[in-house]
T-cell receptor, first 117, second 113 residues
C-alpha cells in the first residue's frame, strides 16, 4: 500500500513552453502533498505544500506564478512549470501524506526529470 | 525556519565495517526525524525514522539515535554491504509546521567489497 505515482517520468521541452507534472496517490487519499526539486548531486528542496481544496503554500524564494500547483482532489496534485528555462531543468519529486494518518511518514513519487532545451 | 546539517558529505567504508552519519537541526520544536536512502535517479526510500519521544531505534543492521538536548541525530549502519552504497539523507519536521520535511545535504556512501 501507500503508492505514489508521477507522470511523466521524464520530459524534454523547449525554452518558453510550459510543462505539467502529475502526482497521484494510488491507494490512499492525501489531503497534503509536497513538491520538491532536486538538482544533480544535491539535496531535496521543498518547493511548496499542496493542500486539497486550497491554495498551495510556497517556500521562500519559489515563484508561485512560475510553479503553479493545483490540488484538485484527494488523490491528485499537479505542478505546472510555466515558461520553462534551462535553469528549471531538475528532478521534481512529489510526496503525499495520507489523510487521517497517525504517523508522520510521507510517501514519495518516483520523480520526474525535466530537461529544458 | 529549520536548518539541517549533515556530515560527512562522502563516506567510504570497507564491506563489513560500520558507517555513521550525523545530522544536527536548529528547530527545537522538530519532533520527527526520518532517514532516507536514495539511489541514482530513484525516489528516496525511508529506511528508519525516530520521533522526539524516543532516544534510539533499531531495525536489523540500521539504528538511529537522537539527542534532543544537543539537537543532533545519527544513523548507524553495521556490517555494511555493497548494496548499502547510495546517498543517504536525514530530515526533520514538526507537526505544527505542517509536517514539511527539511533535508540535510546528503551523504554519499560507498561500500568497497
Amino acid at each position: 500500500g501507500a503508492v505514489v505515482s508521477q507522470h511523466p517520468s521524464w520530459v524534454i521541452c523547449k525554452s518558453g513552453t510550459s510543462v505539467k507534472i502529475e502526482c497521484r496517490s494510488l491507494d490512499f487519499q492525501a489531503t497534503t502533498m509536497f513538491w520538491y526539486r532536486q538538482f544533480p548531486k544535491q539535496s531535496l528542496m521543498l518547493m511548496a505544500t499542496s493542500n486539497e481544496g486550497s491554495k498551495a503554500t510556497y517556500e521562500q524564494g519559489v515563484e508561485k506564478d512560475k510553479f503553479l500547483i493545483n490540488h484538485a482532489s484527494l488523490t491528485l496534485s499537479t505542478l505546472t512549470v510555466t515558461s520553462a528555462h534551462p535553469e528549471d531543468s531538475s528532478f521534481y519529486i512529489c510526496s503525499a501524506r495520507p489523510r487521517d494518518s497517525v504517523n508522520y511518514e510521507q510517501y514519495f513519487g518516483p520523480g520526474t526529470r525535466l530537461t529544458v532545451t | 525556519g529549520e536548518n539541517v546539517e549533515q556530515h560527512p558529505s562522502t563516506l567510504s567504508v570497507q564491506e563489513g565495517d560500520s558507517a555513521v552519519i550525523k545530522c544536527t537541526y536548529s528547530d527545537s520544536a522538530s519532533n520527527y526525524f526520518p532517514w532516507y536512502k536514495q539511489e541514482l535517479g530513484k525516489r528516496p526510500q525511508l529506511i528508519i525514522d525516530i520521533r522526539s519521544n524516543v532516544g534510539e531505534k533499531k531495525d536489523q543492521r540500521i539504528a538511529v539515535t537522537l539527542n534532543k538536548t544537543a539537537k543532533h541525530f545519527s544513523l548507524h549502519i553495521t556490517e555494511t554491504q555493497p548494496e548499502d552504497s547510495a546517498v543517504y539523507f536525514c530530515a526533520a519536521s514538526r507537526a505544527t509546521a505542517g509536517n514539511k520535511l527539511t533535508f540535510g545535504g546528503g551523504t554519499r556512501v560507498l561500500v568497497k567489497p
